[in-house]
């Protein structure tokens, strides 16, 4: 051996392991050698993270021999700690199973435990009963070739049964009760590798494999390495997952398989079949679903790793982790083959539990790797057992080969008890100390938010239990009261004076501002306050109507797509922006094409450009590199962050963009000043909601009726189902077709949200589609439908979406109808296609005399 020199003194106390390069693998997956004691020198200082509550074991005894393993072995660094804390559990289960029966048992199941049950307990109940388990059928199986009682076997199954479902509740407990912790997941996982091992050995006591070559280490072989390649793949992932065929449905495989051995006894896995025992067959199956479980798992590996590259969690090669698990595996099978006193055959239990105890350390490291996005490293101390019991094979068995694997069968289990404790014991301080630093912080506020579900994260002064802002939720406060501009905030009482002449929701004192000017019933965002559900009758009804008039509205609907040069250009140049980037600013070079088309956006001085709704003003920005001479009005009635107009005077300071804020109810245009003083004036707004179009349409019927010149308007309106019959301007129109009532209008409202509901990408009735022209749709049109004899939820999603379509023009007709009163020519065009938006109608219009 080049690289290693051991050095065994069998004779003392002691065992020293002289490593002059220890192999690791780094972030970027290369190969580095490191000396372990000028590497421990170097770092010792980062184990001592905090002064410790609880002395750990190397302070109890001082041993400096214990202190050097410990800190190799099971020490985690503060930053793989913290971590650690961070960690959330992730979980992709897709078993059969689980769905289709055992997650309403377990929900069920863990109604009964009582609250002050800890997760932690279930889980060690769940480990115990498979120890005791598997203790009594060795007790009378030593060798796997014995017949047990029957109803140990029958124990076995019930016990494998009760620890599958305390298995699934314990974290169903932990999340019930508040107490789900980075620490619980590891302590469940750390059992969960212990039990693969008795129950791998309860089968093997079942099928007696004692009586066939191999064949308990095979199944021991199996069952650790499938689950170490589950924590392998999610080492990779950072998910937990479960195939189809995988925990679930292989635990009730067993549980069947020992309750037929407790029917019928062991010899029943004898019987020939094919010219081979019934045993034979089971091991050759559990071969083939090994392979295809472990190639799914390698398929994952391979192709799902979200580090850089593809790496791991941690930032290391997908593949640095069959190491520690062919280092676990091949001594073991090595001392196996090579025994020639058959002590290992008379002693298989012995066996099989130190082989465990050593894949189940493995596992647990790669866990914690997983947990603290930490790198693997191939040395484990728990490898001395192995290498002893090899060795002593090398040198002729100096020493009793029994003797030799009961030590290293304890020593293997007391090497991973102390890394199961100073690991626990290392995770609990932290948070302790995390806890303990957050709660002697900075006090936050108590109030608890509804829509987020979590406390106010604002600091509170000294003896207070709320901030300033939530100071009117305590019952004995009397300062705070509700803003009356707005009730969302607050106010000090002995301030209120001073805050009303700066609060952002004031009402401005400006003669363009009229209250509730636009309105019909006040603001229309309170669109819930009087709205009306559309019942069943209401909406067979209306869609008899459309389908009676709707060819007659459908030739005056035009589909045109526009482009803007601009714009058109930045996309070919911007080939990272996201599809929904890309999505706007498709709608937006339309827009402004349209707008262009009609010379509503010329590049003159004269000319001025208000936007209804501006918001953050990003279709304004590119009409300024349309038009860079124009002016500009935008018009929101609250400010917002990152505004584009901020971002147009930077480029260009010479740019006229002025903001009023102020919302479109109470905004009379023909009192702004920047709209008097120019000869061309056009109106845009892009995906004005619901009932605010139909008051920006109102805004702009007012505007000219008091003496306003627009030259045009290019409207584009959305949320179709936030509108309002009262505040509705298309009225009249839908009256010429029999539809003017408020449950109408409310049914034709909820049509026109099939089309942008996205029903046709998942049907929730699993039932087939209905042809448009069809059934449904017939008897929708020949009256039927309002004897209440079709069912909605039959409809075909296509045809619903189609019926959303057509209300929407219709809705957009209106609107279109009533500004033509006004004196405009107007037309509504789809200006882009559904795939870029299904908001996606426009309302053009010239005036006559322009």
């Known amino acids: 051996m080049s690289n290693h020199d051991i050095n065994l003194k069998i004779g003392g106390n002691f065992l020293t392991t002289k490593f002059f390069h220890t192999m690791v693998v780094t972030r970027s997956g290369a190969r580095v050698e490191r000396d372990p004691r000028a590497e421990r020198d170097r770092t010792r200082e980062r184990y001592t993270y905090a002064p410790r509550s609880h002395p750990l074991l190397t302070e109890a005894l001082g041993n400096k021999y214990v202190d050097s393993y410990l800190e190799y072995d099971c020490l985690m660094t ?3 700690l913290s971590r650690l804390n961070e960690h959330r559990y992730s979980a992709l289960d897709t078993s059969y199973l689980s769905d289709f029966c055992m997650k309403y048992f377990w929900e069920w199941i863990v109604e009964f435990y009582p609250l002050w049950l800890a997760p932690n307990l279930i889980t060690l109940i769940g480990l115990l009963v498979n120890l005791i388990t598997v203790l009594i059928l060795s007790y009378y199986c030593p060798t796997a070739k014995e017949t047990a009682p029957s109803w140990a076997y029958a124990l076995a199954g019930l016990g494998l049964f009760v620890y599958q479902t305390l298995d699934a509740t314990d974290g169903k407990q932990a999340r019930r009760t508040g107490a789900a912790s980075p620490l619980g997941e590891l302590f469940d996982h750390g059992c969960d590798s212990i039990s693969q091992v008795f129950v791998a050995l309860n089968v093997a006591y079942a099928l007696r494999l004692g009586d066939v070559r191999c064949g308990v280490f095979f199944a021991v072989i199996v069952t650790v390495s499938l689950f170490y390649c589950a924590h392998w793949s999610t080492y990779c992932t950072g998910q937990l997952r479960f195939s189809e065929f995988d925990v679930t449905e292989a635990q009730m495989s067993l549980i069947l398989l020992l309750l037929i051995t407790a029917l019928f006894g062991p010899n029943f896995w004898t019987i020939g079949v094919f010219g081979y025992q019934l045993r034979h067959l089971i091991l ?35 593949l640095f982790p069959v190491c520690p698990l062919l280092a676990s595996i091949v001594p073991f099978a090595m001392i196996y083959s090579k025994s020639h006193t058959g002590v290992f055959d008379e002693n298989i239990t012995m066996f099989v539990l130190c082989f465990g105890a050593v894949v189940a350390k493995a596992t647990n490291r790669l866990i ?21 019991l090899m060795l002593n094979q090398y040198y002729d068995f100096k020493v009793c ?45 108590s109030y608890l938010i509804p829509k987020k579900g979590r406390n106010c994260r604002m600091l509170v002064k000294p003896g207070h239990k709320y901030c300033g802002e939530h100071a009117n939720q305590d019952v004995e406060n009397e300062e705070r009261i509700p803003c009356p501009n707005d009730p969302k905030h ?142 500009f009005l935008l018009i929101d009635r609250s400010g917002s962050r990152n505004k584009y107009d901020n971002k147009a005077l930077q480029e260009n300071p010479s740019l006229d963009i002025k903001r009023l804020r102020c919302s479109i109810e109470h905004l009379d245009l023909s009192k702004v000043d920047a709209l008097k003083e120019v000869s061309s004036l056009c109106a845009v707004c892009k995906h004005f909601c619901g009932s605010a179009t139909d008051a920006g349409v109102r805004c702009l019927s007012n505007g000219v009726s008091r003496g306003l010149s627009l030259s045009g308007f290019v409207l584009v309106p959305c949320c179709h189902h936030k509108s309002r019959y009262s505040e509705y301007c298309g009225r009249d129109f839908l009256a010429e077709w029999n539809m003017d009532s408020e449950g109408d209008f409310a049914a034709l409202r909820l049509i026109a949200a099939w089309a942008v509901s996205g029903i046709t990408l998942k049907r929730t009735d699993g ?72 908001e996606n109608l426009l309302i053009l219009g010239t005036s006559e005399t322009t």
């Open 767 to 838: 039932s087939p589609d209905i042809d448009p022209e069809g059934d449904a749709a017939k008897s929708a049109g020949d009256g039927s439908a309002s004897n209440g004899q079709i069912n909605i939820a039959s409809w075909s999603p296509h045809y619903k979406e189609e019926l959303g379509r057509r209300a929407k023009i219709i809705l957009e007709t209106g609107r279109a109808r009533y500004l033509s009163s006004l004196g405009f020519n107007t037309r509504v065009i789809k200006y882009v296609p559904e795939s870029i938006s299904p």
């Open 368 to 388: 914690v790797g997983h947990m603290s996005r930490s790198e693997l490293v191939l040395w484990d101390w728990i490898y001395l057992g192995p290498i002893a």
């Open 78 to 80: 503060p930053e793989e």
């Open 490 to 631: 607050t106010v000090d009482r002995k301030l209120l004076e001073q805050h009303l002449l700066r609060c952002n929701s004031r009402v401005a004192e400006e003669e363009w501002l009229i209250k509730d000017m636009n309105a019909v019933e006040g603001e229309t965002k309170f669109t819930d306050k009087i709205d009306r559900r559309a019942s069943e009758e209401d909406v067979c009804r209306v869609v008899e109507k459309i389908e009676k008039y709707y060819e007659s509205v459908c030739a005056e609907v035009s589909t045109v797509q526009l482009h803007t040069d601009e714009i058109e250009e930045h996309l070919k140049q911007s080939p990272e922006l996201s599809d929904s980037k890309r999505k706007h600013l498709i709608q937006q070079s339309s827009i402004i094409g349209h707008m262009t088309s009609v010379d509503l956006l010329c590049n003159d001085p004269s000319n001025c450009v208000f936007e209804l709704g501006a918001g953050k003003a990003q279709l304004a920005y590119w009409m300024t590199k349309r038009a860079p001479n124009a002016k």
């Open 401 to 445: 080969e029994k003797k030799l694997l009961l030590w290293a069968t304890i020593y293997a289990y007391t090497s991973l008890l102390i890394y199961y404790i100073t690991q626990s014991k290392q995770g609990l301080h932290f948070a302790e100390v995390c806890t303990s630093y957050k709660m002697t912080g900075p006090a936050r506020c």
């Open 284 to 318: 050759l199956f559990t071969l083939f679903m090994a392979i295809y479980q472990l190639s799914s798992y390698l398929d994952v590996i391979f192709t799902g790793g979200v580090g850089r590259n593809g790496s791991t969690v941690a930032g290391t090669s997908v």
